[in-house]
């Protein structure tokens, strides 16, 4: 089922059809860990820089593969509240595990060497990541970007479930993927020959290589 060989690969792919938004000015954006590796081949085709959206999973600690959620780098949750009641957790649960992973956020940006995004008025942002499974993730990062004043949003990545992009559509302005899946057994994985965990130093290599990252990006 492999389609592409690694995330770089499916990155120039997305890239080849993201050259439209370069009139745009957009703001692009990756979604760690995975949107890393694929959002570097559309800066560079869109002759920018990218930097980070600052959200960290919340995973359920029996079913670690699974999350329930995002925080962000504010301490603020993102949560499927559907799943929270099903899998019976408590508030000062989520709220304890949601400052644990805050605090290791705000550690992983800090050695990454990101500057955390103040604002982005009216900005055309582009929100990328390596497929959605459930689209909360991305949901998560729509609902941030929003906050700092961004105005069109468009999440691009290489392959979707149609439940996800069906999910994450009716919170931004395009979804654009690759792929389009209705599959029961649907796995990011399945669909890269190469899929392995991206690590600290892939992030700091990657995001070196695309030059300065502005806290603020210019209007």
Not at 110 to 135: A, C, F, Q, Y
Request: a neutral charge; one cysteine or more; glycine letters at 6%.
């Amino acid at each position: 089922m492999a389609v592409y060989k690694n995330r770089l690969e499916a990155g120039q792919q997305l890239a080849s059809r993201l050259s439209h938004l370069q009139n745009d000015n957009p703001v692009v954006l990756a979604i760690p860990r995975g949107g890393v590796p694929v959002a570097a081949p559309v800066a560079r085709e869109l002759k920018t820089s990218f930097n980070l959206v600052p959200i960290r999973r919340l995973a359920i600690s029996w079913r670690p593969e699974c999350d329930y959620g995002y925080v962000d780098s504010q301490g603020e949750t993102h949560l499927n509240h559907a799943l929270v009641g099903q899998v019976r957790l408590t508030s000062p649960e989520i709220h304890r595990i949601a400052q644990k992973e805050r605090a290791q956020l705000v550690q992983d940006l800090e050695n990454w060497g990101v500057p955390l995004l103040l604002e982005l008025p009216k900005r055309t942002v582009l929100l990328i990541t390596d497929g959605m499974h459930s689209g909360w993730a991305m949901y998560s990062a729509i609902e941030v970007v929003r906050k700092l004043g961004a105005g069109k949003v468009v999440a691009a990545l290489p392959v979707s479930h149609f439940r996800a992009k069906r999910f994450v559509e009716r919170h931004c302005d395009e979804v654009i993927s690759l792929l389009v899946e209705d599959i029961a057994l649907f796995r990011l994985e399945d669909f890269y020959k190469e899929f392995p965990p991206v690590t600290d130093e892939e992030i700091k290599g990657l995001l070196t290589a695309s030059g300065p990252r502005a806290e603020q990006p210019a209007a």
